[in-house]
């Protein structure tokens, strides 16, 4: 049957159905024969049977796509709008997790995206205007500040979260190779200056990520050098509960974001809860919002909450209170080996001396006075409001994973 047959046999049918619906025809024999239709095909689609060209382009169930329409408002609700790309990783997560006997990960088609926001228009009206607010300006708005404040306000009181339970986590990295007079520390938040910081391409870095918590104590930090293979002679001497992996570039990725949740986070918070929910504040860094990591918050009551892009230097805890003497400590480090002749560091040598670079930066007054400055803990917006840097005319920011969105 060609494509015109079928689109014109489906007509048929839907008529059919409307006349049995309407009682204008009371038997289902009846109707098929009035219509022209096969007899089986109508009593199928009356038992709630799709069209076989809409099976053909529709994966997931019914339930599933409700599933991921709960995750997109979720993702926007708290900050992260998910993109095209996000979209079908997320949609692949759900199909993998019911096919998990599969060898191969199931994947959607190329048009999949586009297909299922116009058949949802609610998401289809929530994707454009999420697209829209991504674009405009927003680093230093008061517009965004005070949704981000509301934001986290609404959260707490819908999860009934206690302040002892809103934690930070953030991805710093450290220039390593020769040392040099030159700024050697940078977050992930500005990714987009890192070229800026290296005087040469041979340069490599190691990141960690930390986490704090709003009563004043960090979570072992999770160290990642670049490379293939991790060495199990660089635990050696660390303190309990560190943690030590690679990854090509030094970087943290998806796949490590998700053991730092699991491994870190979890692990050393959820004996710890005072509540059932715990509050994690973070950017929208593409390592640490994937579907996997999600669906874990999800499964453990974890509520992630997004910033404003570029927002993190004035209403991130980690960037206010601990950045700042972190890089000190890091460069006063630097100059001590180079009084003793000392011109390169290596994982050994980062290693050797991180343990004492964060000792002072990460105390519980830095960490208190981090959530204190960003008008979290307590939560005072206006403290925030009223800083020189917060006007209304900046310079424009990307939306969260620097993709184009189609027109609908």
């Excluded at 391409?201 to 004043?216: F, K, M, P, R």
């Excluded at 400590?329 to 290693?351: K, T, V, W």
Aim: net charge positive; hydrophobic share 35%; with cysteine.
């Amino acid at each position: 049957m060609s494509s015109q047959e079928e689109k014109s046999q489906e007509e048929r049918i839907s008529l059919a159905i409307q006349a049995i619906k309407a009682r204008q025809i009371r038997s289902i024999r009846g109707a098929a024969r009035t219509y022209n239709v096969p007899l089986s095909t109508l009593v199928h689609r009356l038992q709630g049977r799709k069209p076989r060209q809409e099976v053909r382009h529709q994966k997931l169930t019914e339930d599933e796509e409700k599933l991921l329409i709960a995750r997109i408002v979720s993702m926007d609700e708290r900050g992260y709008p998910l993109r095209m790309d996000s979209m079908k990783r997320t949609a692949e997560a759900v199909l993998a997790k019911r096919d998990g006997s599969r060898s191969s990960r199931p994947t959607m088609g190329s048009n999949w995206v586009l297909r299922f926001v116009n058949r949802h228009p609610d998401i289809k009206d929530r994707y454009n205007r999420s697209y829209a607010k991504g674009k405009r300006e927003t680093r230093g708005s008061p517009e965004v500040i005070r949704e981000w404040f509301e934001l986290v306000r609404r959260t707490i009181e819908k999860y009934n979260i206690a302040w002892e339970d809103v934690y930070n986590f953030d991805e710093t990295g450290y220039r390593m190779g020769m040392i040099q007079a030159a700024k050697v520390v940078t977050g992930t938040d500005k990714t987009f200056r890192r070229k800026a910081l290296e005087p040469d391409d041979n340069a490599e870095w190691v990141s960690v990520i930390e986490g704090i918590n709003s009563s004043g104590w960090a979570l072992p930090p999770m160290i990642i050098f670049k490379g293939k293979r991790r060495l199990s002679a660089w635990s050696n001497g660390l303190p309990d509960g560190w943690r030590i992996e690679v990854s090509d570039d030094g970087w943290s990725n998806e796949k490590l974001g998700l053991i730092w949740l699991k491994e870190i986070f979890n692990k050393h918070t959820k004996p710890r809860a005072l509540g059932q929910h715990r509050l994690l504040i973070l950017n929208g860094y593409g390592g640490h919002n994937g579907p996997e990591f999600d669906q874990f918050c999800i499964e453990n009551n974890i509520i992630p909450l997004y910033m404003p892009v570029h927002s993190g230097y004035f209403l991130q805890p980690l960037d206010v209170g601990c950045s700042t003497p972190m890089e000190q400590s890091y460069r006063r480090e630097l100059d001590l080996r180079l009084q003793f002749g000392i011109h390169h560091i290596d994982n050994d040598g980062f290693l050797a001396i991180y343990p004492s670079v964060r000792a002072q930066p990460m105390s519980e007054e830095n960490i208190r006075n981090g959530f204190r400055d960003v008008g979290l803990a307590p939560l005072n917006p206006e403290l925030v409001l009223s800083r020189p840097d917060c006007r209304t005319n900046t310079s424009t920011s990307s939306a969260p994973e620097d993709q184009d969105l189609p027109e609908f």
